[in-house]
């Protein structure tokens, strides 16, 4: 049982388990990898090991409020998901297809990875890419483009190595708790969605010339 196991942890270790619960409440997703460290060597993520090692008791502890666990150790991957809907955050079209283009870059480069699971990218490069595709038809504002990544920094999706978001020299670094937010359904699905947008698009520009 839950409380049993949670008392046999010595004081420290109890506040380390309240911060990660509250940490994986708020972000949804814990790296094995520092996201923080701007090194090229990575270190580990010391609260990563740690919630590996309780698995099972954060596991049991997030059951009773109806939430679900999921551990990936071949990524480095752990995350926190709700069962109810309501619970979830919605995000608005323009992250949303910020987040699209950043699983297609990764899914393009990961035949590339080696030790590392994580993709570098600019955020010149991520509007270059969005415009090939024809998510966007001219350059997005700084603003909107600044709060689309920093949203999805958030949740432990994306992080930066110095700079301002919108920067075009930016470095962003993708991380691979990407491939469990959307699936290749939904990349395909979301695909579809912009063909069709676009050749809606397309025709209403020949019906007005």
Do not use: C
């Amino acid at each position: 049982m839950f409380d049993t196991a949670f008392d046999k942890l010595t004081m420290t270790d109890q506040e380390k388990f309240r911060r990660i619960v509250n940490m994986l409440l708020a972000q949804t997703f814990l790296l094995q990898a520092d996201t923080t460290s701007e090194d090229t060597l990575r270190r580990s993520n010391p609260d990563y090991l740690f919630a590996e090692r309780n698995f099972e008791m954060l596991t049991d502890y997030f059951s009773y409020a109806g939430f679900t666990l999921e551990k990936d150790s071949n990524y480095g991957v752990i995350a926190l998901h709700s069962t109810y809907d309501f619970n979830r955050k919605k995000l608005d079209k323009f992250t949303t297809q910020t987040l699209f283009t950043l699983r297609l870059i990764y899914d393009e480069e990961r035949e590339k990875l080696s030790l590392s699971k994580e993709i570098f990218t600019t955020t010149g490069d991520i509007t270059h890419k969005m415009m090939t595709l024809g998510v966007l038809s001219k350059k997005p504002a700084n603003l909107q483009l600044h709060e689309a990544l920093r949203t999805l920094a958030s949740f432990n999706l994306i992080s930066k190595n110095g700079g301002a978001w919108e920067e075009a020299e930016t470095t962003i670094r993708i991380l691979p708790s990407i491939l469990f937010v959307i699936s290749n359904e939904q990349i395909g699905s979301i695909a579809n969605m912009l063909e069709e947008e676009n050749t809606e698009a397309r025709e209403e520009q020949e019906v007005d010339a």
